[in-house]
């Protein structure tokens, strides 16, 4: 488990800590949470703090699901197989 960056052995972050970890604002945490695009959290009192563990099941998750990471893998993203030259349709006779 790694520590936070205040330098505590705290197994939770705050939104500001996850703002920082994840470089962007604090706002951005909080409209990821209420979209429900954010590691599961609590609120103790007034902050909102998210636990280290689901933080990091949360990255790896995102990691796992990200489609451009896997593109030699996937399917989809194979190049197509080559086509056949298509035949030359022949004038209708008048």
């Known amino acids: ?51 280290l563990a689901a933080v990091e099941e949360f990255e790896a998750a995102g990691m796992a699901d990200d489609r451009l990471s896997h593109r030699s893998t996937a399917a989809e993203h194979r190049p197509p197989e080559p086509t056949r030259a298509r035949r030359s349709r022949k004038p209708a006779a008048a």
């Open 1 to 51: 488990m790694t520590t936070s960056p205040r330098g505590d052995d705290s197994p939770h972050l705050t939104v500001a800590e996850l703002a920082t970890r994840w470089k962007t604002t604090p706002t951005a945490i909080y409209i990821a949470r209420h979209r429900g695009k954010a590691p599961a959290a609590f609120k103790r009192g007034v902050k909102v703090l998210f636990p």
